[in-house]
């Protein structure tokens, strides 16, 4: 990032701003009290508002959307047949946590299951906090200003009830700050569905228009094009959403789910759609080059919707994903460490087409395989070999096995930012959240679910490739999404929606009991029901 918009300015004090607006009701010396915080229309927009954008990123496990361990990223990735972290010899056991991820033998002890259910939920608190802010302090805000700031606000916590939605189905839905945790009620999943599309309904016109991707007065804030967005993904999966009893009766038709959209009646698939054609009003469209919305330098991507933003001098936000995938000596090639973890599913790589001389374009974009060279360089192992990685050898348990250390395709879809801080934790490539090659295939999936053709934005997705057409079928569709989307978090959401995610796939064998699906949401976390004596336990744990 080169340049720095006046409102981004403020942004490196968020952070010290949320410490001190958590602390503002104590009596301590030397602290400012609340009066003295909120004495001006732009005092409250970054304690009430800016503030809460810094829990879109993290730097602790089960925080941050994405780039963090333990946390929503993982928990929608390697669950998945998309990828998965093998333990190699004395590596990456860590208790069973990452063979439970994929075998889908957690349990509502998990830890990480209750500290992601904290994080997700500590947002949505921290936003009723920021309304009663922008309410008890109304005297300092124009009308517009007091409503515009209260609609991103409720934006903000909508994206945070999209994921407690879709990972946990049966939440509470707060608004009221002063709501005692014990006195919660729990509602049903179809609830927390419709309360999210209306909220995000109810907020959208109020506000900006502008790309948050992009550097300005809006970068990395939730705008309209990101709220449209989640509308669609929210229409594509109506059918998942509005299934409350998802483990004993067949699921609702999209196609007689109806919902009001700018003033008609649509089904949810005409819905997607419609939400899908407004980010074409917008101004979004494909990169040329698919990389170069994973650049170093991608806030002018004309694709990216949603990022977090990153620069390793301004913000605390990490990116691990690369840094674990990696091996060792890989990293230490490039002037970093690594942690030799995570790689792809021999049925990713297939799905790409390794192996054979019909390989997709976007495997050298995604993935490092075969012999690995850093400038024109071997990079070579302790035993004076070259390092190879071999995709096709992905197991879930390595240990002992001839390619231990160096078994499965390792992550590469982000440029390496050669001067990233802390072994490349703190790079500058924005992490892209939402991104619109997933809006037209979520358009080309909805229209195929409606009886229309999709063929259309399923080609736009493959011309950019470079790939020779293929027929917009519904099976084919979720096997580009896995080629244009892989390691941005998508595939649990997809696999549940392809009614797949609960059966047996490569490795994983179905669970006892696992046919009607229970594990398509994970289980209400031991931590949160002990404190709330409220909360059921979802069906099947």
Not at 347 to 367: E, I, K, M, P
Request: proline letters at 4%.
């Amino acid at each position: 990032m080169k340049k720095i918009s006046p409102l981004l300015t403020l942004l490196p004090c968020l952070f010290t701003l949320i410490l001190l607006s958590s602390c503002l009701g104590e009596d301590s010396k030397g602290q400012l009290t609340e009066e003295q915080t909120f004495t001006s229309a732009q005092s409250i927009y970054v304690n009430a508002v800016s503030s809460l954008y810094s829990y879109i990123g993290g730097t602790s496990d089960s925080e941050g959307l994405q780039g963090t361990y333990r946390g929503v990223y993982d928990f929608n990735t390697f669950t998945t047949d998309e990828a998965m972290i093998p333990t190699r010899g004395g590596d990456w056991y860590d208790g069973g946590f990452w063979q439970n991820l994929y075998l889908h033998t957690w349990t509502p002890s998990d830890a990480s299951l209750n500290n992601t259910w904290n994080y997700l939920f500590k947002v949505v608190m921290l936003s009723n906090q920021s309304l009663d802010i922008i309410r008890n302090y109304s005297d300092l805000l124009t009308a517009s200003q007091q409503y515009t700031f209260s609609c991103e606000v409720r934006a903000v916590r909508a994206l945070f009830y999209f994921y407690l939605l879709d990972l946990f189905g049966r939440v509470p839905i707060v608004t009221d700050a002063n709501q005692q945790v014990g006195n919660v009620k729990q509602s049903n999943r179809s609830q927390v569905f419709n309360f999210v599309v209306s909220e995000l309904q109810e907020v959208t016109p109020y506000l900006s228009p502008d790309h948050s991707n992009l550097i300005g007065n809006h970068y990395g804030r939730i705008t309209q094009p990101v709220a449209y967005f989640l509308l669609a993904k929210l229409m594509l999966n109506a059918e998942v959403y509005s299934h409350d009893d998802w483990t004993s009766t067949p699921k609702p038709d999209g196609a007689d789910l109806m919902f009001n959209v700018f003033g008609k009646r649509m089904n949810a698939w005409e819905a997607c759609v419609a939400y899908c054609q407004e980010l074409d009003v917008l101004g979004y469209e494909l990169e040329n080059n698919y990389a170069n919305n994973f650049a170093v330098q991608n806030e002018g991507s004309k694709e990216n919707i949603f990022t977090i933003p990153m620069d390793k001098t301004l913000y605390p936000n990490i990116f691990k994903n690369l840094f674990r995938s990696r091996h060792y000596q890989h990293g230490s090639a490039l002037g970093f460490d690594a942690e030799n973890g995570s790689c792809a599913t021999v049925s990713t790589c297939l799905t790409f087409g390794y192996g054979t001389d019909d390989v997709d374009t976007r495997w050298h974009s995604n993935f490092y395989a075969d012999k690995i060279y850093v400038d024109g360089q071997p990079v070579m192992l302790e035993d004076g070999t070259q390092l190879e990685y071999q995709p096709l050898d992905a197991q879930l348990v390595l240990t002992g096995t001839p390619h231990e250390k160096t078994a499965g395709a390792r992550m590469s879809k982000y440029e390496i930012d050669r001067k990233a801080y802390s072994d490349g934790l703190l790079q500058n490539n924005d992490i892209v959240l939402f991104r619109y090659a997933d809006v037209l295939l979520m358009q080309a999936e909805a229209e195929i679910r409606n009886g229309n053709s999709g063929q259309n934005e399923l080609d736009q997705i493959r011309q950019r490739a470079h790939m020779s057409p293929i027929n917009a079928t519904l099976d084919n569709i979720l096997d580009e999404r896995l080629r244009e989307l892989v390691w941005e978090g998508w595939r649990r959401n997809d696999l549940i929606r392809f009614q797949m995610f609960h059966k047996a796939y490569e490795q994983r064998p179905q669970l006892p009991g696992e046919q009607n699906a229970y594990t398509s949401v994970f289980p209400i976390p031991t931590g949160a029901m002990s404190l709330n004596k409220n909360l059921t336990q979802n069906p099947g744990y």
